[in-house]
């Protein structure tokens, strides 16, 4: 008999021929996260387990946050032919749950001695007969579900802690976020990642017009992303000289558009050198002047790659509780400045004109420019 985590994973049901792909990459995942809390991982018959872990607390919080992770409960494995060990177990399990419950056995092992209701009914009447005083069975409606696996081994638990769904990450290919030290951009970043897709976060950093606090309250985000994301790397572009340029020399009603459309350059750039394909941002239509239908138009149209905007038909509101939810909020809501926020115009254009941007873009040396960018970018594995 041992205690072990077993891991249930989500969509990758779904998966046909190409399954084993997906679920190598699960246990990779998997394994990377558990590996701090020591350990061994493995795959069985649908099952991911971690055995042999001392803060089993704290290794499912941290596996709870991989992508592809249905859910994971802390079970106890059993010799399955010792039917009597099983039910001592479950009744021990059981000691200090009030309320309603039921068994909920699964046989996978079509061979063995008992079918899953009379295991269903037997285990049951065990445990109710020993904890009649704080325990009710209710079929239909149980508040707790005593589940047993009949698989090489039994497996015996009570508790599901839900985790975060979507795809492991890598099997999704690559993507370049565009990181603020916003609200949206850490969201959109989780969405696209959730899906299996592996990040690299492009963070423009317009010092000393933008202090090292918001730099760092950015690799704080980027922190609290690469736990879900399996590390990131960030680029952080200094952007400084750009927006001097573009305040210089553009009209003050487009400098914000124009200064989008050069990060959306540098960030295909930088994508191409990490081999992603596609960028992410954080907008949603019509939050900003920049995010009108027309501004969006404009600086879609100066790269190539895909653009995926997750959060295009999201509220507000609905973006801070989704913050909420994955811990990004608290960070994000730090008051520190960002370099869309200095030099902005005071109206904004949002009916933008093609000709009026090519004149203003004119006056710059773009590929130097981005060159610069690029080439000075500082980057930080987190
Ligand atoms: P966020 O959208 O992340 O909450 P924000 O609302 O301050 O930040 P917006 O002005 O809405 O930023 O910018 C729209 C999108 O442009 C962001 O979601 C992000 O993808 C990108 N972006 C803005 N500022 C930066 C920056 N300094 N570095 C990298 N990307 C940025
Ligand atoms: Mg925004």
New binding site residues.
């Given amino acids: 008999m041992r205690k072990l985590l077993m891991v249930r994973y989500g969509e990758i049901y779904l998966k046909g021929l190409n399954r084993p792909y997906f679920l190598r990459a699960l246990v990779s995942r998997v394994k990377e996260a558990a590996k701090p809390f020591g350990g061994k991982v493995w795959l069985h018959d649908a099952r991911v387990f971690i055995s042999d872990v001392e803060d089993m607390e704290a290794c499912m919080d941290r596996v709870r946050k991989v992508f592809g992770v249905h859910s994971v409960c802390p079970a106890i494995e059993m010799e399955k032919d010792n039917f009597e060990g099983i039910c001592e177990q479950a009744n021990l399990m059981m000691k200090d749950v009030n309320g309603t419950f039921k068994v909920d056995a699964r046989r996978a092992d079509k061979h063995y001695f008992m079918d899953s209701p009379q295991i269903n009914r037997k285990l049951g009447e065990y445990v109710l007969m020993r904890n009649e005083d704080h325990l009710k069975v209710d079929v239909h409606h149980p508040e707790h579900l005593l589940s047993v696996e009949i698989r090489d081994q039994a497996y015996i638990y009570c508790k599901v802690y839900p985790a975060v769904g979507g795809m492991p990450v890598g099997t999704g290919g690559k993507a370049a976020l565009l990181l603020?030290g916003?609200?949206?951009?850490p969201v959109a970043g989780y969405m696209i990642a959730k899906r299996g897709v592996q990040l690299v976060a492009v963070h423009y950093h317009s010092f000393p017009y933008t202090s090292e606090f918001a730099k760092q309250k950015v690799l704080d985000l980027a922190k609290i992303l690469a736990e879900y994301c399996c590390g990131l790397k960030v680029y952080v572009v200094p952007f400084t000289e750009i927006q001097m340029e573009i305040h210089e020399k553009c009209p003050d009603d487009y400098t914000t558009l124009i200064m989008r459309r050069y990060m959306m350059r540098i960030a295909e750039e930088i994508a191409k050198k990490e081999e992603a394909l596609a960028l992410i941002t954080?907008?949603?239509v019509g939050?900003?002047a920049s995010?009108t239908m027309e501004a969006l138009a404009t600086t879609n149209e100066v790269v190539e790659m895909p653009v995926f905007r997750p959060l295009i038909g999201f509220d507000k509101i609905d973006i801070i509780e989704y913050a909420k939810k994955i811990g990004t909020y608290e960070t994000s809501s730090l008051p520190y400045e960002d370099c869309c926020t200095v030099f902005t115009p005071r109206h904004p254009a949002t009916k933008p004109k093609m000709q009026k941007i090519m004149e203003g873009e004119s006056k710059l040396d773009q590929e130097a420019l981005i060159a610069a960018a690029v080439e000075n970018a500082e980057i930080v594995e987190l």
């Fill in positions: 603020s916003g609200i949206d951009s954080g907008e949603s939050q900003v995010q």
